[in-house]
């Protein structure tokens, strides 16, 4: 008896290469279009300035994403309709004689074998030509642009017309939406901390750096009123003093510069120097403060830091007079108030016997000094304060939520943490204990 498996005409397997050969160009396809579409560009552009081939290629193929998604379908629609088509008529037929060999029925095999080659092809192009490409494509962005980058303006040219018909056509949908193509989104504050606070966790950069990162990304939306000396905690000088009292003066501040006030700190008309008072007390001459004092900026206290900074820089002495919208003097920045707006507090700025602004105790409670910044007790607690907000220290922050001047021992809960107003210096309120409620801290509503 003849063997059925005599009369098999030769497994196709040339077919069964192309059809390998149109998923991967498939494949080609998608990464391209995800490693264009996800790369930076700062990055790309930075590239491209080092000389790299193919990065200007991609930063010219990101501008245009309409034409570009437009040039990659064209290629990826084209490809599957190959795949599919060749693959059920090449191998279909094959497949269902050797399913006949195996006992399908003869009804059922041509079909079946028809159906199982457009499976396995199916298959192949999800994995061999979508997933793996794609992650591929986000492990190095930028490189595998400047790769496909060349082949990819290529195709674009040689299928202009179709592209520009498919592009003019996706844009004419989004008008019928009322809608633009274009993104409007933008990085965001709240995006970069994510983003520094990320790269902390991986290890990129350390806890003090992201500190400092995030502080300088927060000193251009805080008003100086947050940064300044509050007058009450100003040094002075009255412009009528004695060389007796311009040497106590010195001995006691540790300020190289002081300003200079007539009978009383809401009446500064000046600022003198240290170095210029030492070099006169030195050279045994007559101490004038008025022929020896320099005019100081006098700039609003809701100004913002950036502004500030850029006020400093230019006057003649570094040092700044801030006063309301009354007119009122609230007290004064200098340079290294906005240095620990972002490093933090020196010890040698600190006052001798001062406690230090928050100190974290054994049972993880905090104690907080009410002239700590509001975000600095933020981030020590890890809470969330509202962007829009009336109050730039902790003691700000409660008397917000107490509405009313507290007396000692009175206490409110914000989130999972509870506050108790422990000391009271007169009016102000001095020292806070913060305490977790809950294992696990629930932020409140900013709304």
């Avoid at 010219?60 to 795949?83: C, K, M, N, W, Y």
């Avoid at 009123?225 to 007796?244: C, N």
Wanted: proline share 6%.
């Amino acid at each position: 008896m003849p063997d059925p498996s005599s009369s098999l005409a030769p497994f196709p397997w040339l077919d069964v290469a192309v059809i390998i050969g149109l998923v991967c160009l498939n494949g080609v396809f998608a990464m391209s279009e995800l490693a264009i579409v996800s790369s930076r560009k700062a990055r790309l552009k930075a590239l491209a300035a080092g000389g790299r081939k193919g990065a200007q290629s991609a930063l010219l193929l990101s501008a245009e994403p309409g034409r570009f998604l437009s040039t990659v379908q064209i290629g990826i629609t084209l490809v599957g309709i190959v795949a599919g088509a060749y693959s059920g008529a090449s191998l279909g037929r094959p497949v269902g004689d050797r399913l006949l060999m195996l006992g399908v029925p003869p009804a059922w095999a041509h079909e079946a074998g028809f159906i199982l080659v457009i499976a396995l092809t199916t298959y192949a192009s999800l994995i061999i030509g979508e997933l793996v490409p794609k992650q591929f494509a986000l492990r190095a962005p930028e490189g595998i642009a400047c790769v496909v980058a060349g082949p990819m303006k290529m195709l674009a040219r040689a299928t202009a017309p179709l592209v520009w018909l498919l592009d003019r056509s996706s844009a004419l949908i989004f008008h019928l939406l009322g809608m633009r193509r274009e993104s409007e989104n933008h990085v965001t504050a709240e995006e970069l901390h994510l983003i520094v606070a990320e790269a902390q966790s991986a290890g990129v950069i350390d806890e003090s750096e992201r500190a400092m990162i995030s502080s300088v990304m927060r000193l251009a939306d805080r008003p100086v009123r947050g940064l300044m000396t509050p007058r009450t905690d100003v040094d002075w000088l009255d412009v009528d003093a004695d060389e007796e009292e311009i040497r106590a003066r010195l001995v006691e501040t540790p300020h190289t510069r002081l300003p200079v006030a007539e009978g009383s700190v809401d009446a500064i008309v000046g600022v003198v120097q240290a170095r210029d008072l030492v070099g006169v007390l030195l050279d045994r001459k007559p101490v004038v403060l008025r022929q020896l004092m320099r005019p100081a900026p006098i700039i609003p206290d809701r100004m913002d830091a950036m502004d500030a900074l850029a006020v400093l820089q230019g006057a003649a002495v570094p040092m700044a007079l801030v006063h309301d919208e009354y007119g009122h003097f609230e007290g004064m920045v200098t340079p290294a108030d906005l240095l620990a707006a972002i490093a933090g507090e020196f010890a040698s700025d600190a006052e001798a016997g001062t406690d230090p602004p928050a100190v974290e105790r054994e049972d993880g409670s905090w104690l907080l000094s009410g002239s700590l910044s509001a975000d600095g007790m933020a981030d020590r607690l890890g809470i969330r304060l509202p962007f829009e907000r009336d109050y730039e220290t902790t003691a700000g922050f409660a008397l917000a939520q107490l509405r009313h001047l507290p007396e000692t021992g009175e206490s409110f809960q914000y989130g999972s943490w509870k506050f108790e107003i422990v000391d009271m210096d007169g009016r102000k309120i001095d020292k806070l204990l913060a305490q977790c409620t809950t294992d696990r801290v629930e932020e409140p509503d900013e709304a």
